[in-house]
């Protein structure tokens, strides 16, 4: 059974940073798994932040996310992590890590692509 589980949230001033963590069991990131960040804030869409495409052989982000985050892994650790640098109070959601196997690559940005899902974890960007 694979289970994510995310860490790391909190509240940060803008311009601020967090590195968040997602912990996965029942999985290894092989050739053929992907690995995703999204978020969601209150009232509005999940939405795509980050992925690591099949085992990482390529790493995609939103527009608005690009040159703030970095989506990394630690296979020994089975972990996955969002560095996010120069946040805004805009970036303030509830993250979540999500993963699947054989998602194709005009899908890594839906939701409805992936399977599991971890609980999320909040971030807050506010002075």
């Known amino acids: 059974q694979v289970q994510l589980v995310e860490s790391g949230g909190g509240l940060v001033e803008p311009g601020g940073s967090l590195r968040l963590s997602c912990a996965t069991s029942?999985?290894?990131?092989?050739?053929?798994?992907?690995v995703a960040w999204f978020r969601q804030a209150p009232g509005k869409e999940r939405e795509f932040v980050a992925a690591?495409?099949?085992?990482?052989?390529?790493?995609h982000y939103a527009d608005s996310m690009k040159g703030r985050f970095t989506i990394s892994r630690n296979n020994a650790k089975n972990t996955v992590y969002l560095q996010m640098n120069g946040l805004k109070p805009e970036d303030t959601a509830a993250y979540y890590c999500?993963?699947?196997?054989?998602?194709?690559?005009?899908?890594?940005?839906?939701?409805?692509?992936?399977?599991?899902w971890g609980q999320g974890t909040q971030v807050t960007v506010s002075s």
């Open positions: 999500a993963t699947d196997r054989n998602v194709i690559m005009s899908s890594i940005r839906l939701v409805r692509a992936y399977d599991y």
């Open positions: 029942g999985q290894t990131f092989s050739r053929d798994v992907t």
């Open positions: 690591l495409f099949r085992g990482g052989a390529s790493t």
